[in-house]
């Protein structure tokens, strides 16, 4: 009787030390995830450059607006960051609401961590593509560097990609700790 007792102890404090881990990471996705995907989704700048039409004719002055939502690369940043923050919401539900006794939940909640994680570094990945073509520019195909003229408009677009890519890295560390507590209890 008295190891029987002892062994549900042992199990209870096992979960709490898993659960432990797991809500305030899912916190954070949710927290960086959602804080990625608004600093994005309301980046835009207004800048006004020069254009020299004819050699013959006075330069002209136009405002030109770099907003998020014109390059889909962007675009699927925020939507993925949206996504991953929605599920992180609902997975804190779900994880909250199982007490461990429901291995079906928290395998698919597993499954969809790591899907979370492919989702983010995806779009990561994207982002940062045009991003490094905004930066850089790429004279291959005539195409100049844009953070010179719109500085704040490339590090806002900077901050939400470190902020993504930490919220990725938690909804990583997530699915790491789930497959080790698997791997242990098997």
């Keep these: 009787m008295e190891s029987e007792q002892k062994g549900s102890v042992e199990n209870l404090g096992n979960k709490r030390h898993v659960r432990g881990w797991d809500i305030p990471l899912r916190f954070l996705a949710l927290a960086l ?17 020069t254009v020299s039409l004819l050699s013959s004719l006075p ?8 907003k998020w939502h014109d390059l889909s690369a962007f675009v699927y940043f925020v939507v993925a960051n949206a ?4 599920y992180a919401a609902v997975s804190l539900v779900v994880t909250l609401a199982n007490s461990g006794s429901k291995k079906s939940a928290t395998a698919a909640v597993a499954v969809a961590d790591l899907l979370m994680v492919a989702l983010l570094f995806s779009g990561i990945g994207a982002a940062m593509a045009i991003g490094v073509m ?3 520019g790429n004279s291959h195909v005539q195409w100049k560097e844009l953070c010179t003229d719109f500085g704040r408009f490339c590090g806002q677009g900077v ?15 997530i699915a790491a700790i ?8 098997g």
């Design 134 to 136: 905004g930066y850089e």
């Design 159 to 173: 901050a939400a990609l470190g902020v993504s890519l930490a919220g990725a890295i938690a909804f990583l560390l």
């Design 33 to 49: 995830t959602l804080t990625a995907a608004v600093v994005l989704g309301v980046n835009t700048q207004t800048t006004h450059v």
């Design 178 to 185: 789930s497959i080790f507590n698997r791997h242990k209890k």
């Design 59 to 66: 330069p002209v002055t136009i405002p030109v607006t770099a």
């Design 83 to 86: 996504v991953a923050s929605a």
